[in-house]
């Protein structure tokens, strides 16, 4: 089973940048679709970036459009997400997430097959 490891969390005060990785055990190119979600303290897991496979397709949730990008390198087996303009509402475990076959919802998590266990991003005022 291909397993997804996520890193570059922390603490970062607002107006900071972070760089997170995820890094797959596997080919990242046997995946139709790569994204990112995030689970806030007390709330449930919602969508942040999704990037296609050929990497001409990336989507992005309203609040984070404009100041994080997601990309990921095939040759590496690797999904970042860059993250800059924090804002303390950014606070949350985030998750990278993959899909072996694509139906549409690139913004739902059941549209995703396999998980990493999750990094922290604090964002302090």
């Known amino acids: 089973q291909v397993q997804l490891v996520e890193s570059g969390g922390g603490l970062v005060q607002a107006g900071g940048s972070l760089r997170l990785s995820c890094a797959a055990s596997?080919?990242?190119?046997?995946?139709?679709?790569m994204a990112w979600f995030r689970q806030p303290p007390g709330k449930e897991r919602e969508f942040v970036a999704a990037?296609?496979?050929?990497?001409?397709?990336?989507y992005y949730a309203d609040s984070v459009k404009g100041r994080f990008t997601i990309s990921r390198d095939n040759d590496n087996n690797t999904v970042y997400l860059q993250m800059s303009s924090l804002k303390p509402e950014d606070t949350a475990v985030y998750y990278c997430?993959?899909?072996?076959?694509?139906?549409?919802?690139?913004?739902?998590?059941?549209?995703?097959?396999?998980w990493g266990q999750g990094t922290q991003v604090t964002v302090s005022s």
């Open positions: 596997g080919r990242t190119l046997d995946y139709v679709y």
């Open positions: 997430a993959a899909d072996r076959r694509y139906t549409g919802t690139y913004y739902s998590q059941y549209e995703y097959d396999d």
């Open positions: 990037v296609s496979g050929s990497v001409e397709d990336s």
